[in-house]
Nanobody
């Protein structure tokens, strides 16, 4: 099992910044990638950013150039630095881990953290 705990959400004005954290614990050695997803009211959950075991990253077009995903292996934590925030970034942000171990794939989700951007 893998446990994921998000933190760092809040209310900021448009143009501001936030840094989200996703702390992973448990059976983390089988994790292939960790990503951030978000879900706005009335919308489907969407992938925002992803970082793989090798360190490669990718981003949704809507956040490229504004968001940066990174990790601190010593702390088992993945971060999402969000700059130049817009009202349309308002959503619950979820951390997700993709595990593949002994031929079995598993997915783990955190409980989410609310991000609200005021105009």
């Amino acid at each position: 099992q893998v446990q994921l705990v998000e933190s760092g959400g809040g209310l900021v004005q448009a143009g501001g910044s936030l840094r989200l954290s996703c702390a992973a614990s448990g059976r983390i050695f089988g994790i292939n990638a960790i990503d951030w997803h978000r879900q706005a009211p009335g919308k489907q959950r969407e992938l925002v950013a992803r970082i793989t075991r090798s360190g490669s990253t990718n981003y949704a077009d809507s956040v490229k150039g504004r968001f940066t995903i990174s990790r601190d292996n010593a702390k088992n934590t993945v971060y999402l630095q969000m700059n130049s925030l817009k009202p349309e970034d308002t959503a619950v942000y979820y951390c997700h881990a993709d595990e593949f171990l002994e031929g079995i794939g598993n997915n783990y989700w955190g409980r989410g953290t609310q991000v609200t951007i005021s105009s």
